[in-house]
């Protein structure tokens, strides 16, 4: 499910890798380009040629019978759609968000609770498994493949997590998913970027690369800032993650020798597979419109579910409200629509992780 | 009192209008190129030429004596050193403050009190009387004088203010300096532009028309829900203040009809005065070094007492504060700085407007 960079390169490698894939997307205009040219053109890590999905589903209920698994490369705000989607199709396999991002999973299993539909086993993994960006309708180009990537899973869900380790043996398993979704490093390698850069954006069109050019030394200092919040509201709930460049060095997109000496702006700047990335375009741009609605807001739930202070990422999401017009700290992934409003830290956990 | 472009657009002005001038700055080495020039080579609104003062002072003592007013034209980081140079000088005739910027007058007496000594009479102007930029070390580019600033002074001062109000015409008497303090336009003209294009600043050394360039309709978004704040604080002291560009259509830097009609964006951007100034060259610049802990700091403290609730102007300092690596909201001009912590918003303004 999903036909933008991440969705083509999913169907380029499992196609490759002998599975029956049966592609669909809601918009299909976007998959038709692909469907005309007999597949994806892929290029990149994966090598190079055209790789060809078994079928181009239009509708989810036929692209669901008898399915394994399902797995949905989209971005975070359109969950909420694809989730209905998939409780209007009748889903009964196995649910794989990659990414889920931040709290992708319990974002839909609460889409379908809400719509008094029992939620199909749910995986969600930190990071899209791929860096990847499509050079035209037609095309992917697969900068990277992802070296390690997190797994989680609501309770039970542990067969599908070891389905998606499968497909995906760089998804390692995560305790819960609280733990995969703040290992999201979107929400801390966009974010302030986004923000010190958002004139830059707005007056060139995006005219820069977002890795390199604009990780300057008051951008990397504020990654950091955010990171030490990231990592706090983490380990309230008993999780030491790694931090950003560490994280990134394992998915294989930070320069591991500068990451491992704690120089942020040299193991970004320095990163393969993210250095021709070009900054956003606009201020419609994912990285504001998805990664701090749908990344730093639900992870400002949990802070204060978790009772960690989180200043700096709430001062992020002020900004960026201001800037975009929107009341991001209502308009995005809030507790409610988590399905987590009014737990506390120990109901939170026992929805995760189950009894105690 | 100072050698950058504000004092050498005083001198200027007050040297072709027949006043003496007794010219100092603290460091003499800023005030020399101009003594080697025999002058301030000026041009711009005020013609072209070489104006000369009476005496360029190395000793502050001397400069003061006899004089009718001492005017200090240096930015706010440089209020508490001059203050203590005017104790230590033991200053009687009234300091003019050009600009007070946000708190400048309550800042200064307090110095003077904190030191046992009874502060002179004192007055603030919101904004410098001049927009002005040193090409060269001895040379001062006026590209425009104010139209219209506002004057502020403590209880007691107001014979100064009039002798202010005599010097520069366009000075309005404010009620009291909170109605100054909070018409200093900088703290809401550069704040918003100077977070979303600090990449933009680093990357380039600030090669880019701030007033032009970043001017995006992101950026003239912030720069209004910012004005709403600063309104808010002033309203809850009885102020009802222009909007920043009926503020800076009435100085003389903003274009009159895009203001009129409530168009930021073009209002800014079509003002000839600001028109080819260049953004700062680094997070160093006192957009940054000023104008948030020494312009927003203070509106905090004042919107804390007024009880007003101004989170996006919080959310502008921590931002900053992750940007430079300084907490700015400790750093800055604080409520204890200002002499003013523990009152209340009816303690406050009777220390501003006397005795009710």
Redesign the interface.
Known sequence: MGAGAGGAAAVTELSLGGHEVRWWNRNPATIEPFREHGGVRYEGVLGEGVATPASFATDLGSALAGAELAMVCLPSLAHELVAEALVAAQVSCPVLLNPGHTCGALHVANVFRERGVEPPPLVELSTLTYVARKPDASTVRITGAAGRVWAGCLPGSEEALRLAQEIYPAAVAARDVLASSLANVNLVLHT??A??????V??TGGD?RFYV??M????A??ID??DRERLAVAAAYDHALPALTEEMAAIGTAEATAAARGDTQAAIAGGEANRLIKAPDS?DHRYYAEDFGYGLVPMLELARIGGVVV??A???V??AS????EPLAASGLTAERLGIAGLDRGGLLELVRGPA
Do not use: H, K, M, N
């Not at 923000?195 to 830059?200: D, H, M, R």
């Not at 300057?216 to 951008?219: E, I, K, M, N, R």
């Not at 201001?322 to 017009?325: K, M, S, V």
């Open positions: 302030p970027g923000i010190l850069s958002a004139a830059w707005e007056a820069f050019d604009s300057t030394p008051g951008v200092r504020s800032a955010l201020l200043p700096y709430s001062a992020l002020e900004v201001a800037l975009r017009g």
